[in-house]
C-alpha cells in the first residue's frame, strides 16, 4: 500500500520561509494534496498539485513536486504566527477509487 | 450552509460502555469518512462510505462499526469502548471518490477510563 512520510515538527522566526517536505511511495499517484489543522479544529484543503505538474504557486505557498524522488514539498514565504499548525501530506491512488492516503502530520511553530 | 457536523465534542466513557458519534453534512456529498486522530500516530482511516448504501472498512476498523443512515448521515459505533480508543475522532465528507476536496468536521474528543 501507500506510504506517506513526513517529519513531525519544524519550527522558524517570523518573517523566515518555512520548508515542509513529504515522501510518497506510489509512483502511480495522481493528486497531492497539502490539508492545514488549525489547533482545536478539523483539517482544512491548503493547496493541491496534479502529478503532471512540477510546481505551483497560490499567493505565499509554492508546491514543488519531484516525481523522480517522489517528493513533495510546501514552502511558506515570509512564515507568520498564524500559520503555526499542523500540515498534512496526502496522496490519491491512481486507481481513484480509494480514499486518500494521510501523512503523519508535521507541526509547524512559527516563533516571534 | 454548516458544513460538516459532529456530535457530541467531548464525551468520557468507561471501559465497555458504548456509545455512537454522529455526523451529518448539508453538502449533499456522495461519500464521507471516519478518521482518528492520536499524537504522533496522524490521521488513520476507520470506516468509509463511497456512496450512500455502501461502506468499507479502512486502516484501523477494529472496534467500531458504522452507519450510513442516508446521503447526510454517517454515524461511527464502539460498541464495548476501550482506552486504546481514546482519540480524536473526525467525520468528513467529499463529493466522491477520486480527486474531491475532503471537508472535515470539528471532531470529537473521547477518552475512555
Known amino acids: 500500500g501507500e506510504d506517506v512520510e513526513q517529519s513531525l515538527f519544524l519550527s522558524v522566526r517570523e518573517g523566515d520561509s518555512s520548508v515542509i517536505n513529504c515522501t510518497y511511495t506510489d509512483s502511480s499517484s495522481t493528486y497531492l494534496y497539502w490539508y492545514k489543522q488549525e489547533p482545536g479544529a478539523g483539517l482544512q484543503l491548503l493547496t493541491y498539485i496534479f502529478s503532471n505538474m512540477d510546481m505551483k504557486q497560490d499567493q505565499r505557498l509554492t508546491v514543488l513536486l519531484n516525481k523522480k524522488d517522489k517528493h513533495l514539498s510546501l514552502r511558506i514565504a515570509d512564515t507568520q504566527t498564524g500559520d503555526s499548525a499542523i500540515y498534512f501530506c496526502?496522496?490519491?491512488?491512481?486507481?481513484?477509487?480509494?480514499?486518500?492516503?494521510f501523512g503523519k502530520g508535521t507541526r509547524l511553530s512559527v516563533i516571534a | 450552509n454548516a458544513g460538516v457536523t459532529q456530535t457530541p465534542k467531548f464525551q468520557v466513557l468507561k471501559t465497555g460502555q458504548s456509545m455512537t458519534l454522529q455526523c451529518a453534512q448539508d453538502m449533499n456529498h456522495n461519500s464521507m469518512y471516519w478518521y482518528r486522530q492520536d499524537p504522533g500516530m496522524g490521521l488513520r482511516l476507520i470506516y468509509y462510505s463511497a456512496s450512500e448504501g455502501t461502506t468499507d472498512k479502512g486502516e484501523v476498523p477494529n472496534g467500531y462499526n458504522v452507519s450510513r443512515l442516508n446521503k447526510r448521515e454517517f454515524s461511527l459505533r464502539l460498541e464495548s469502548a476501550a482506552p486504546s480508543q481514546t482519540s480524536v475522532y473526525f467525520c468528513a465528507s467529499s463529493e466522491g471518490q477520486g480527486p474531491y476536496e475532503q471537508y472535515f468536521g470539528p471532531g470529537t474528543r473521547l477518552t475512555v477510563t
Open positions: 496526502a496522496v490519491l491512488r491512481n486507481s481513484g477509487n480509494t480514499p486518500l492516503v
